[in-house]
């Protein structure tokens, strides 16, 4: 089964107006061909003969080197699948294809976001296309043409010059502000992680070229606030009217506190099957897919009270969030919700993000009306479930389980450090006034020390 390889010259022109020159790849008479690198303006630039670029064409040397390593690539390629028993034109051609890299780093990030959301992985998604969106802004001129960007032009100092642009940017949800330094980290690791994908997965470049060996950025440390008891017990207290919508978002925030943190997301989407009949609620968390089966305390059982009627069906929603009848209300399980169509994903999470900023904006007024100052927002739950259960002395490992978390690190991070009491004791000897003598012989030393007349006047004192 002979197999050749000839190039061809296009006879008809292209959009660009040009003539491709084609590589053929004959085998038992039959043709494939495949477009190669080179592209001329005049078809009298052509020799069919030695299937060369003439020297009428100022590049000709050039182009004509091109070819040659083209060709010599297909015939490795061939080799290659001829030993593996798989050298049809065909598949040569597709290898060959496939193996065509782009230098454009804007083409390869928008296909990596694509993909991406093509998985469902819409949360990602969202912070991936937002990342192209503002290197595309950057990539922008005045005159509003999008200069595109290659992997060879990625070094330390275009990086520096990205950041330091990310650093003008303002931030969408507060416009008076400026772009968090954490929000910029988010994005320059998106950078940093397309790369690394780039230079281990896609082989589009070199890893000593990698210009984030040297390039380095750091967000800033934030504290997150947490509740206190006598904080929640606050909140616990507020007479709020039944049934509004105020009253609704303080149960989901205290149901939350009650069952140790659960996430805003995996809240919105209960489902009465999540509760069994021994009085446990057992649910998949849609962040990372781990099981949770936690025991109902009595407070939790009671806002459930509020919502549970008679011959409510396992797969309806526990809180009055979420549309039953949607389409994507089927998808039950975890399980189900990972195989749904992307763009079905997207609609849900769309839903619960705007369910999310909503109870957010209502525990807003909750914090003022029970006099908190704290940043009052859902997830605040989570944090704060984990202070008060240091507060109360339980082991951080059992505080790591109630939460879910993939290492005692995290959790800590979520406590604090809450034991100051020797810091404390320390900073109160500094500034604390010395204390009466009540040593005898110090006693009689300060007195010995005074004045007769200082002296005469402290018995005078001391006889009255």
């Known amino acids: 089964m002979a197999t050749t390889f000839h190039f061809e010259l296009n006879s008809t022109v292209n959009k660009a107006g040009k003539y491709a020159i084609m590589l053929r790849i004959t085998q038992n008479r039959k043709h494939k061909r495949l477009k190669t690198s080179i592209e001329l303006n005049r078809k009298s630039d052509w020799n069919p003969k030695k299937e060369e670029v003439r020297t009428s064409e100022p590049n000709y040397e050039k182009w004509n080197d091109a070819l040659a390593k083209e060709k010599e690539a297909a015939r490795a390629k061939y080799r290659e699948l001829k030993e593996e028993g798989l050298a049809t034109a065909d598949k040569i051609k597709k290898e060959i294809a496939s193996s065509e890299k782009t230098s454009s780093f804007l083409t390869y990030a928008r296909q990596r976001t694509k993909e991406i959301y093509d998985t469902g992985g819409i949360r990602n998604w969202k912070k991936y296309n937002g990342f192209c969106n503002k290197l595309e802004a950057y990539q922008t001129d005045k005159k509003g043409q999008l200069t595109d960007l290659t992997f060879a032009e990625i070094t330390p100092a275009y990086l520096a010059k990205f950041e330091a642009y990310l650093h003008t940017l303002r931030n969408e949800r507060e416009p008076e502000k400026m772009l968090h330094p954490n929000t910029i980290q988010v ?10 994908r780039a230079i281990d997965v896609e082989g589009l470049m070199k890893p000593e ?3 984030f060996i040297t ?8 504290l997150k606030d947490k509740l206190d008891r006598e904080e929640i017990e606050r909140i616990e207290s507020l007479d709020l009217p039944e049934g509004s919508l105020i009253w609704h978002c303080r149960n989901y925030f ?4 009650y069952c140790a943190g659960i996430r805003v997301g995996d809240l919105i989407q209960l489902r009465w099957g999540n509760i069994t009949s021994e009085g446990r609620i057992c649910y998949e968390m849609g962040k990372n897919h781990k099981a949770r089966d936690l025991k109902l305390v009595e407070q939790a059982r009671k806002i459930l009270s509020y919502y549970h009627k008679e011959g409510v069906k396992p797969a309806e929603y526990i809180f009055p969030l979420l549309d039953n009848h949607a389409t994507w209300a089927k998808a039950v399980t975890q399980e189900e919700k990972d195989v749904m169509p992307a763009d079905l994903k997207k609609l849900l999470f769309n839903q619960v993000s705007a369910k999310t900023a909503l109870i957010n904006k209502e525990l807003k007024k909750i914090a003022a009306l029970a006099g908190i100052e704290k940043q009052l927002s859902f997830h605040i739950s989570r944090h704060s479930f984990a202070k008060i259960a240091k507060q109360k002395g339980i082991d951080n490992s059992k505080v790591k389980d109630l939460l879910a978390h993939s290492s005692l690190k995290i959790t800590e991070g979520y406590m604090g450090n809450f034991d100051t009491s020797e810091n404390d004791k320390a900073l109160e000897s500094v500034f604390e006034k010395e204390k009466a003598v009540t040593d005898e012989s110090t006693l009689l030393k300060q007195l010995q020390s005074l004045s007769p007349k200082a002296l005469a006047s402290l018995l005078a004192q001391v006889n009255k």
């Open 187 to 196: 994005n320059l690791n998106i950078f940093r992680t397309l790369i690394r």
């Open 215 to 222: 390039f380095k950025y750091g967000g800033v440390k934030t």
């Open 254 to 257: 205290l149901f939350s506190f």
């Open 209 to 211: 070229k990698n210009p």
